[in-house]
């Protein structure tokens, strides 16, 4: 059972009240400041939300066999509702309308949910503009209802969310399309397949572009030649 829309709305509101009235707090603006403000506000932003959620709802955070916390968990942190414990995942930083942002390794989603250990992957997304005031957006889904907003690298083998289609979708007031937990994971899983193939192709014509190269090196002597090299002043 997934998060009941009055948790998915406490958890949302929660997160958007806090960060309203800290948005001007000294700690918070430092951090925009200066270069990489995104992944600094990312870091700061995702330390405070978490605890944020711990204080405030049942949570819990996964442990290898031994008891010891994961620190590649599926979500930051689990929160309890009907006896089940579901992934959260904060997502921060600047609002990119443009971003593709990674969300969650695709083998490790399906390896979850083909072993039935979740049914759900929350993400509480926490985006600000550096106007004056600060404005911050807050929003929580649950990932598997919004599989048409969401593209895979099978490179670094990262699910990315779609952040322009998808923001603008949450503005429209989009419903999500309707799918059962197979139909779901035959979305993620054709996604994958067709991801991993076309990458073993790119690379086996890679590998067959070096391999002509390589075969014919040792034909003439080694000379420098920088004739196919721009330098400019």
Not at 19 to 29: I, L, M, R
Not at 135 to 142: E, P, S, Y
Not at 148 to 171: N, V, W
Not at 192 to 198: K, N
């Amino acid at each position: 059972m997934a998060l009941s829309d009055a948790m998915q709305r406490r958890i949302e509101t929660c997160a958007r009240k806090y960060w309203a009235e800290h948005v001007s707090d000294t700690g918070f603006a430092e951090i925009t400041r200066g270069k990489e403000v995104g992944h600094r506000i990312a870091d700061y932003v995702d330390d405070r939300t978490t605890s944020l959620l711990k204080i405030n709802f049942d949570t819990r955070y996964e442990a290898d066999p031994r008891g010891v916390i994961r620190k590649r968990s599926m979500g930051d942190v689990w929160i309890a509702d009907k006896s089940i414990f579901h992934p959260v995942n904060v997502k921060a930083g600047l609002q990119d309308m443009n971003g593709q942002p990674n969300v969650v390794s695709m083998q490790k989603l399906l390896d979850y949910i083909l072993n039935r250990w979740i049914d759900s992957y929350y993400l509480l997304i926490v985006k600000f503009v550096l106007d004056e005031p600060i404005g911050q957006k807050t929003v929580v889904v649950d990932l598997l209802e919004w599989l048409d907003f969401i593209t895979y690298d099978a490179g670094p083998g990262q699910i990315m969310l779609k952040e322009r289609d998808f923001f603008a979708a949450i503005a429209e007031g989009h419903i999500p399309v309707k799918r059962t937990m197979a139909q779901k994971v035959e979305c993620l899983f054709s996604r994958f397949e067709a991801g991993v193939e076309s990458l073993a192709r790119n690379r086996e014509r890679r590998l067959d572009r070096q391999r002509t190269q390589f075969n014919g090196f040792d034909t003439a002597p080694f000379v420098v030649d920088q004739s196919g090299l721009l330098f400019v002043p």
